[in-house]
């Protein structure tokens, strides 16, 4: 095992990450922004390092300054968390020149992963389904055949993309040509590669993605699926375990597409593997693979009882999953809810300031993975979640009913925040029947709200 791990990250992955290390008995170095120095996850690590000044780019994203504490405070292992550096193939080969144990994937299969055109590639070599689509788009010409070829919609995507950021919906050839030249700017600035391909859009699908554990002797095993459905502009808000919309024999075939997949490219660390799945057809197809924790994780963690952080860490060290495909075993339904800093009634402009008290939920099947604190300060330089709530229960009404008064509990004061949103979602009866799919938010929920306004 490890003697030391630095966590490149801030806010509740680095606090979540501590805790997985501490029951490890591993010994852990947080790094810290100028604005983040009285922040959790600084006062519970070990050691604590300032990388720079509030800037992403000086701070979280330097990483000369992150290999040096890392090297300095005699650190042998370094967990990215999520977002960030999390899914940099340069980072992964900086850490591995520097005799660091970079916890994921391989610099080879991130650099792979991370092209989204490559990797559906992969993945139909691998003779896994994939949406009709094209290359990298070189010229304008080549978007407008392959649209009129395919028939609207048409989904424009960033090669490198991430986050809901790149991706444009378009309807027809107007909106295509205008599309383009957003989605590239827009790809450009968020990951500094502009480069677009088109794909065949699937109007009111599911977004199902499967959790994975693979460890360097090719061993893979699924964890299960995640719905991830409902979403606001291609970011996930709810998602939940298992997913209403697969059965048995379906959760067969797609999780033996995703472990056969990251069998295909030598993948070995915990990842996902995201799928569109047709209501109509019934027919699911390869969207693309993260190949890092997840936001979402908890919800598989509350119904394995697997925790992945642990997992994740023990693979990079080396050691072989202890689990078989047949002895995971999913228990009950877990729902998540992501609590942003955020105005709903404000085209959920982000909300900042000071913290003037805080009640967090709890009671049985609760869990609350948060950084804040009664009198933190939200800054404007950073990602506005502020936690998740996870609920667990025998069964769906069960953990539905538990959010219901999760959301109720939870009180965060001097800021606004979504919890009245994620209300009116868990409240929906198209959400109760478990009728949901990636433009809910968008055809029902406003809906619902501009009648009732």
Known sequence: MFNKILIANRGEIALRVIRACKELDIPVVAIYSTVDRDSIHVKLADESVCVGPAHVSESYLNIPHIISAAILSGCDALHPGYGFLAESAEFAEICESHDLTFIGPSAPVIRLMGDKVKAKEAMKKAKIPVLDGTGIIKKEDEAVYFARESGYPILIKAVAGGGGKGIRVVKNEEELKRGIEHAASEAKASFGDGRLYLEKYIQDARHIEFQILADRYGNVVHLGERDCSVQ??????VEESPSQAVSRALRNRMGESAVRGCQAVGYNSVGTVEFLLDRETGDFYFMEMNTRIQVEHPVTEMVTGIDLVKEQIKIAAGNKIGYKQDEIQIRGHAIECRINAEDPGNNFSPCL????????????????????????????????LLGKIITWGENRDEAIKRMKRSLDEFWVGG?????????KIINNAFFLQGEIHTRFVETQLFLELKLSS
């Not at 009671?363 to 404007?380: A, K, L, M």
């Not at 800021?415 to 209300?423: L, Q, R, S």
């Open 353 to 384: 300031g000071v913290v003037n008290g805080l009640h967090i939920p709890g009671g049985n099947g609760i869990r609350v993975d948060t950084h804040i604190y009664d009198g933190c300060e939200i800054s404007p330089y950073y990602d506005s």
């Open 232 to 237: 606001r502009r291609n970011q996930k808000l």
């Open 415 to 423: 800021i606004k925040t979504n919890v009245p949103f994620h209300k």
